[in-house]
């Protein structure tokens, strides 16, 4: 008998099923974030967890090393947490589910290049963050000088140097626009306490009432929607600065720090940090999968986690690492289903409204030795939001051997199709247009899909992202820390303070 689609028992066993498959195969972000297979807010049933498909069919787990404290994730943040750690000689453990340091920024080979997806310098203001990786990379990578400008923005023709200033948007708009502009952040200037309401309700109000209205309209919204592929009003107003921080930004006070610039690739920085982690006696483990986190009332903890590279014939390696504290910096939602019954029903049920903006990279070799006049390159009203040519960025001696062709990095939005011809073709036609390079200077592309990429805070997600919160802040012996691992927009330097303080407050309170 065949039941009603509006029936409660028919929904909720598609639900359960639906998710059942998803768990089996591993498969949790593409297809969860399908509105079809989303739970309904009422549900809160007891979830399966990774664990509860995985270790039924596989051996039980070996008894591994015994550690102070577990680093879950090798990214900057996780690296740079895990160093400051064992460098106060605090016995860490580094879990890292890929093969190379770097997370989210690790290293990628195409042919002779090797090359992150996010080429840019780190600029801090901290001074210890600075001096640790002074310390670690080669001399004159870390210095105070400022450096020349990585991004710039194609706008109104023209390339203009980022944070992007007033008087760089007024050439070539209309006169009757040019002057409502004006006067809109003249306005703003002089009311400075009436220009932000007490309570603003999504990142569309936050925004009009920072840069109003005209530049918002113009410029802002258009720009923000192609990158989120959504509309501001639906995401939160904590969503506001990201990535608008990187255009418009106040300058700097005459009190501030100058400002410290690590003139080396992400990837590199990760490379020393893990070298100086197993030199300081650290260990690193790569391409571990965490399946369990276990958390003790004390300081007793234990991490089950799955060899990557098993084969598929064989039952997979699974080794259980003793601790007494854990710092998580993967993403939120992979830590609430690992931790399985240690957190409530609906703990679990709210980890389904995090979702992440996959990050889309396509890698080109091309003939031309020179596309960009400058290492990145953001754009407007295209199919891809920058370009980014990391030869000028390249740590390479002088007479190192030149590879044979020239690389560039075409970043898209997210939530485009990754294989879709028409797409792909809109991008050979910008490119053409913009006379970065023609159809025929391509040679070869590499594709690259990261689906943990940035946190999206819904307005909806507010009130989960905080139950989540309130339930993890209750175990003494667990931390979390770094954008994916809170769930916050924040930038690679940003993540790796973050550890770093949760690093020392969970080796303090272990101590104590």
């Known amino acids: 008998m065949r039941l009603p689609a509006s029936s409660a ?6 639900h359960f099923y639906a998710r059942t498959r998803l768990r089996a195969r591993g498969d949790f972000t593409q297809d969860i974030d399908n509105p079809a297979l989303a739970p309904e807010p009422r549900w809160r049933q007891p979830l399966p967890t990774l664990l509860d498909h995985s270790s039924a069919s596989s051996l039980p787990a070996q008894d591994g090393p015994s550690t102070a404290i577990v680093v879950l994730g090798g990214g900057l943040a996780g690296l740079y947490a895990a160093y400051h750690l064992a460098s106060g000689g605090v016995p860490v453990i580094v879990v890292e589910r890929e093969f190379e340091p770097g997370g989210l920024l690790r290293g990628h080979r195409f042919r002779d290049h090797r090359y992150s997806i996010a080429e840019a310098p780190l600029v801090t203001t901290d001074a210890d963050l600075a001096q640790d990786l002074a310390r670690l990379l080669p001399p004159d990578l870390v210095s105070t000088e400022p450096p020349p400008p990585p991004s710039m923005i194609r706008w109104n023709g023209t390339d203009q140097s980022l944070p992007l200033r007033l008087r ?110 197993c030199g300081a006696g650290g260990r690193i483990f790569f391409g571990a999968e965490v399946e369990e986190v276990s958390l003790g009332s004390a300081f007793t903890s234990h991490v089950v986690i799955r060899d990557r590279l098993t084969p598929a014939d064989e039952p997979p390696t699974r080794l259980r690492i003793s601790a007494q504290g854990v710092l998580s910096t993967v993403p939120l939602r992979s830590l609430v289903r690992s931790l399985g019954n240690c957190v409530p029903a609906q703990v679990h049920a709210s980890s389904y409204y995090l979702s992440y903006l996959p ?85 070869e592309t590499q594709s690259l899909l990261s689906s943990g990429g940035h946190p999206i805070l819904r307005r ?53």
């Open 460 to 512: 909806d997600g507010a009130s989960p992202l905080e139950r989540i919160h309130e339930c993890l802040n209750r175990f003494p012996a667990l931390r979390i820390a770094g954008a994916c691992g809170r769930f916050a927009c924040a930038s690679p330097v940003e993540a790796m303070l973050s550890a770093r303080a949760a690093a020392y407050d969970l080796a303090t309170k272990r101590a104590g």
């Open 168 to 277: 760089d948007l007024l050439p070539g708009l209309p006169p009757a626009l040019r002057s409502n502009l004006i006067l809109s952040q003249l306005g703003a200037s002089f009311r400075p306490g009436r220009q932000l309401s007490p309570s603003p309700g999504d990142a569309a109000e936050v925004l009009r009432q920072r840069y109003g209205a005209p530049l918002f309209q113009m410029v802002i919204q258009p720009d923000l929607e192609h990158y989120w592929s959504m509309p501001l009003k639906e995401l939160a107003p904590a969503a506001a600065g990201f990535p608008m921080r990187e255009i418009f930004s106040s300058p700097a006070a005459k009190d501030d720090p100058p400002p410290w610039s690590i003139r080396c690739a992400p990837h590199v920085v990760a490379a020393r940090l893990a070298e100086a982690i």
């Open 9 to 14: 028992l028919w929904r909720t066993l598609g």
């Open 359 to 443: 990050v889309q990279t396509h890698a080109c070799l091309v003939h031309p030795e020179r596309c960009l006049d400058h290492l990145t390159l953001h754009f407007r009203d295209r199919p891809f939001l920058r370009i980014t040519e990391p030869r000028h960025f390249s740590l390479e001696p002088q007479d190192a051997p030149k590879p044979s062709s020239n690389l560039i990095l075409i970043e898209v939005p997210g939530r485009t199709p990754q294989h879709s011809t028409d797409v792909w073709q809109s991008v050979l036609e910008a490119l053409e247009s913009e006379k970065i390079c023609e159809r025929s200077d391509i040679i």
